[in-house]
């Protein structure tokens, strides 16, 4: 079996099944930092039900507009942050082809440019793990993780990212825990 690694950035966690009535209950979180201070994260599958161009103030091009607002995590529900991936980002600052931006300038910057492989995705809110805490979750088998992938990212449609993952994974558990359903009582 493959050893963990030790900081797990540019890997998913998985809601393991254990997390049930939280807010990370079947959630994929993508961890963009992590070092001995903590982690940052955005979770990828869960939208706010509104478009960017409803939550910011801008001038957006539309494309950006009509984008779905994912909601990241928790904290501070009004912070801004994004994910872009291109063909070749040399800078890449999550993992390679992948990169976390914070600013409404940058976005904006961004979204000036044009590239047909350029992909974006904007977040609202972000999750956080102070020191340790995040490790500690992991002993407790909260978590499951996962490689993460561009493909699964920005190609796989939200609703079906954590199932898909969990599949995947193999494993009789893991294929059970991916068809079950969010009320137990619909069983």
């Known amino acids: 079996m493959a050893a963990k690694p030790k900081f797990l950035q540019g890997h998913l966690l998985l809601d393991s099944g254990e997390l049930g009535g939280s807010f990370f209950a079947r959630t994929v979180v993508l961890i963009c930092q992590h070092d ?22 801008a001038d957006l091009p539309d494309v950006l507009k009509i984008s779905p607002l994912h909601l990241g995590g928790p904290v501070q529900p009004t912070a801004l942050s994004f994910l872009h991936t291109d063909a070749f980002l040399p800078d890449a600052n999550v993992m390679p082809n992948l990169n976390l931006g914070h600013s409404l300038d940058s976005l904006l910057e961004l979204s000036d440019s044009f590239s047909q492989d350029r992909k974006v995705k904007v977040f609202a809110g972000y999750a956080g793990w102070s020191q340790g805490q995040l490790e500690s979750e992991l002993q407790r088998k ?19 990212l954590w199932s898909k993952i969990l599949k995947a994974k193999g494993g009789a558990r893991n294929r059970l825990l991916s068809q079950m359903p969010d009320d137990l009582s619909r069983n």
């Open 36 to 57: 001995a201070e903590g982690a940052f994260g955005l979770v990828m599958n869960r939208l706010t039900g509104n478009k960017v161009g409803e939550a910011l103030v």
């Open 142 to 160: 909260a978590w499951l993780t996962h490689p993460a992938s561009l493909e699964l990212l920005f190609e796989t449609p939200p609703e079906q």
